[in-house]
T-cell receptor, first 111, second 113 residues
């Protein structure tokens, strides 16, 4: 069964304390892995797309990496404004543009 | 600015009533989607449309209906047959070719009176 699992469910960090979020997936033919940020009461905001193992993307304090089984979202020296829920989604062969979403990781960064 | 507009932001439904959620995009995207988001769960696909006048059921289509008469618009009707409609509803769009990222509106929160 195609599925996406994110861990941890929730993460609390002190400002400046770097960490990583995990997204593991089992799909038949990965066509792309997507990271989103979602603030309370808002829609998800697109961050990155990764298409093949070994690929990396960076944006400010965020860096996303991809292997054949999982993706990591590394957060370096986070600030309170990085607090949000981070969602991972995968596209798969035969699914057209349909995505399977993980349940997300709620990140809280405290001063 | 290009984007996706969902309205209303909050909606209340009475028992036995159908309600319609609006979604409009000016990104010139071919594909549009409706998702439902419940606490602690991933987004679940309700319906999607690859092109005007065509749409397909997603994973949880029962109790919902859609139309796609214009490229820009993809309204979702929550019918009285949907027994647990309280949720956050998200509309998204993407380019029709390849595996492109989906871009989301800011959602409609539906509650039962």
């Amino acid at each position: 069964e195609d599925q996406v699992t994110q861990s941890p469910e929730a993460l609390r960090l002190q400002e400046g304390e770097s960490s990583s979020l995990n997204c593991s997936y089992t799909v038949s033919g990965l066509r792309g892995l997507f990271w989103y940020r979602q603030d309370p009461g808002k829609g998800p905001e697109f961050l990155f797309t990764l298409y093949s193992a070994g690929e990396e993307k960076e944006k400010e304090r965020l860096k996303a990496t991809l292997t054949k089984k999982e993706s990591f979202l590394h957060i370096t020296a986070p600030k309170p404004e990085d607090s949000a829920t981070y969602l991972c989604a995968v596209g798969f062969s035969g699914g057209y543009n349909k995505l399977i979403f993980g349940a997300g990781t709620r990140l809280a960064v405290h001063p | 600015d290009g984007g996706i507009t969902q309205s209303p932001k909050y909606l209340f439904r009475k028992e036995g009533q159908n309600v319609t959620l609006s979604c409009e995009q000016n990104l010139n995207h071919d594909a549009m989607y409706w998702y439902r988001q419940d606490p602690g769960q991933g987004l679940r696909l309700i319906y999607y449309s690859q092109i005007v006048n065509d749409f397909q059921k997603g994973d949880i289509a029962e109790g919902y209906s859609v139309s796609r008469e214009k490229k820009e618009s993809f309204p979702l009707t929550v019918t009285s047959a949907q027994k647990n409609p309280t949720a956050f509803y998200l509309c998204a769009s993407s380019q029709g070719k390849g595996n492109q990222p989906q871009h989301f509106g800011d959602g409609t929160r539906l509650s039962i009176l």
